[in-house]
């Protein structure tokens, strides 16, 4: 196919996710090749991947090593089944996920994407208290605007009106406690913030603890919901009400994990040791459909048994465990090793604050939030009064639309423009991609 051809049938034939295809039909873009942090499209036209090609890209595309092992892999085996039987590489993987988490995870339940992981571990902690007779425990604590991915279950533990009010009557009820939002709070002290929202978490757990089976949360970081940094403090005052009323803590590291935050885990950054966790996007360095739900054994051995007593979980996908994905996955973490990634990433995140800092000038930029390599910048209308865009005028959308023009992709949580770059993205290419932000928004906005 041509180029006229490819881009009259993407039009024609596919429905792209999170897109309004009206929006697809004015500015369609149709990546053909990408070579480390450069993505490039059908007709040559080059872009800074500046949202690591939706938060999953780590050492940039076509890494040798990478792709090196998933030939070797293919050489072997692309898939067998999980069911039932293991497999070389998802032993090996299985094994080193258990070495980097926190010391109280050793049980590696696989999938394929981030919201499988956590439908997973929804049923898997639902489970736990029928099969341990505590069988009230039911229900799934919340913050307000936390995202966990697009199935029913997902969205049940989720809290994004905009995503989720259709589906209202579909979903199962889960309790909100409300997020320590920072930037619109009337207070100006974070102790403070952190505190009455622990406070309100308190008396849910104390009023419910009995019918709760578990908690969820994005640890330090909020993603989809508006890149939103918890207060200091917050997640270890979680954790220790989880203790306190035994209730389960499940957290979603699908954004946070494998580094982003400056930490192998953001739960590292309190010292959090959570009850289950969940992990996809960074795993295979952004190659290969791989997602894992890591659990400690006490509750693997509440699924223990012989067949006859019925403790079995009954959950699986088709592509548990695939063989290229986990291959992909060892090579992603021995790099990992190999390059220090980490430690990169928390120098090049002090970079990044640097330069963005230069966005605080802009007569629009509301606020900045970052933790590690994870930023969103939230445009406002009214920076004194903190007052926002009408959403009609889609500000944040045109504002990532002028940054394609100028050479770099990324997308927006409404105002809130995503800055997630590939760990491997130079010091030069991060300061180009700022000053592109930087243009984009002050084009975009300068006429309110
Ligand atoms: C992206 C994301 C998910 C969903 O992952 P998918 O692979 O898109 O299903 C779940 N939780 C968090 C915190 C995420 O950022």
New binding site residues.
Partial sequence: MNEQQLLHSSKKHLWLPFTQMSDYERDPLIIESGEGIVLKDIYGKEYLDGYSS??LNVHGHRKQEINEAIRDQLNKIAHSTLLGAANVPAVQLAERLVEITPSGLQRVFYS???????EIAVKMAYQYWQNIGETKKKKFVTLTN??????VG?ISIGDIDLYHRVYGALMFQSIKSPFPLIYRHSSNDEAFIRDEALAKLKEIFANHHEEIAAITL?PII???GGMNVMPKGYLKGVEKLCREFNILLIA?????GFGRTGKMFAVEHENVQPDIM?M??GITGGYL?I?ATVTTEKIYEAFYGEYEEFKTFFHGHSYTGNQLGCAAALANLEIYEKENVVGKVREKALLVEEELGKLKELSHVGNIRQAGLMCGIELVKNKETKESFPWQERVGYKATLKMRELGMLTRPLGDVVVFMPPFASEAGQLKEMVNIMKEAILQVTENN
Avoid: F, I, M, R
């Avoid at 394929?112 to 956590?118: M, N």
């Avoid at 936390?146 to 199935?151: A, E, K, Q, R, V």
């Fill in positions: 939706l938060w394929d994407s981030g919201a499988t992981a956590v936390n995202y966990h991915g697009d199935t997902a994005e909020q993603g989809a979603d590291e699908v954004a946070t969940t996809a996007k459909p997602a």
